[in-house]
């Protein structure tokens, strides 16, 4: 059962546009979300996260949105640039004790980013 | 620099042979973990770790055993029982209790 799903396998944006990557969840327990980006053969690189108690995170480009009722959160970066394309991953975690600090990663989107 | 050390970078191994994958960090970090990815997968959690001598199996940890006597590393070991090890292995860490995981990476393991 896939606790944290990213439906869309990839997305192709023009450069200078908005790339908006979409996750969604299901378990009522996790309350810190993250994103993170991957180039091939290497590791992923964390981006930014955001916790339950907001609704929104700023970074630069990147902003994450949550919508908690809808167990819903996206990434958008604005403007899109070609050094952007690259594997997205939403993941998920509870900071209860007991879920132990855990990441749940969903699939992956690919982002391709065309000058 | 601080960072997490993945060796080596790719893995070849025999039908039937044990081999252990190398992952040291230098960030201070409490908390090390073992991930898999799989093509057009997200990353699943084989093994992790909160502080040494002491580490849980996460979601896919049949086939695969792991130590954690020091705090700087946690090698991974796959063993004869993993029936299909061929994979891209990660490494991550992060302070006890806290995100965001930083990753190595990784050691892409083939099956000859």
């Known amino acids: 059962d896939q606790q944290v799903k990213q439906n869309s396998p990839s997305l192709s944006v023009q450069e200078g546009r908005i790339s908006i990557l979409n996750c969604d969840y299901t378990?009522?327990?996790?309350?810190?979300f993250l994103w993170y980006k991957k180039y091939p053969a290497e590791g992923p690189t964390f981006l930014i996260s955001i916790s339950s108690i907001k609704d929104k995170n700023e970074d630069g480009r990147f902003t994450v949105f949550l919508n908690k009722s809808a167990k819903h959160l996206s990434l958008h970066i604005v403007p899109s640039q070609p050094g952007d394309s690259a594997v997205y991953f939403c993941a998920a975690s509870s900071t209860s004790l007991e879920y132990g600090n855990k990441l749940v990663f969903g699939a992956g989107t690919i982002l391709r980013v065309k000058s | 620099d601080g960072g997490i050390t993945q060796s080596p970078k790719y893995l070849f191994r025999k039908e039937g042979q044990n081999v252990t994958l190398s992952c040291e960090q230098n960030l201070n970090h409490d908390a090390m973990y073992w991930y898999r990815q799989d093509p057009g997968q997200g990353l699943r959690l084989i093994y992790y770790?909160?502080?040494?001598?002491?580490?849980q199996k996460g979601d896919i940890a049949e086939g695969y055993s792991v130590s954690r006597e020091k705090k700087e590393s946690f090698p991974l070991t796959v063993t004869s029982a993993q029936k299909n090890p061929t994979a891209f292995y990660l490494c991550?860490?992060?302070?006890?209790?806290?995100?965001?995981?930083?990753f190595g990476d990784g050691t892409r393991l083939s099956i000859l």
């Open positions: 991550a860490s992060s302070y006890r209790g806290g995100q965001p995981q930083h």
């Open positions: 378990n009522s327990m996790f309350d810190y």
């Open positions: 770790s909160q502080i040494v001598n002491d580490f």
